[in-house]
Nanobody, 124 residues
Framework: VQLQASGGGLVQAGGSLRLSCAAS????????MGWFRQAPGKEREFVGA????????AYADFVGGRFYISRDNAKNTVYLQMNSLKPEDTANYYC??????????????????WGQGTLVTVSS
């Protein structure tokens, strides 16, 4: 499966963005999906994940209820809605797919396929 992330950009603190991750080559319903981010000079970190059918989600503590993951398997797309953005949310955001029947994972090593990043810049 190939993953294409989009929707990044420049936004002021307090603003919102919705990232999309479009899959091709195979139905996205075969995969649990995750979002990760990497800021300059920092390690990649988990943002959130959603199970194959969307019944289970998990978020990093720093999300604090500001982000929401959803998926539309009919459109082969997963979304990350980000609200109340902070300057510390500035990073490249990556989507990833995990071949698994159930559950979600916070560990990047558990994911099999990765998209290219989409840059989110939050100005203060």
């Amino acid at each position: 499966v190939q993953l294409q992330a989009s929707g990044g950009g420049l936004v002021q603190a307090g603003g919102s963005l919705r990232l999309s991750c479009a899959a091709s080559g195979r139905a996205i319903s075969a995969y649990a999906m995750g979002w990760f981010r990497q800021a300059p000079g920092k390690e990649r970190e988990f943002v959130g994940a959603i199970s194959r059918l969307g019944s289970t989600t998990a978020y990093a503590d720093f999300v604090g209820g500001r982000f929401y993951i959803s998926r539309d398997n009919a459109k082969n797309t997963v979304y990350l809605q980000m609200n109340s953005l902070k300057p510390e949310d500035t990073a490249n955001y990556y989507c990833a797919a995990r071949t698994v029947r159930i559950g979600v994972s916070r560990r990047d090593v558990d994911y099999d396929y990765w998209g290219q990043g989409t840059l989110v810049t939050v100005s203060s």
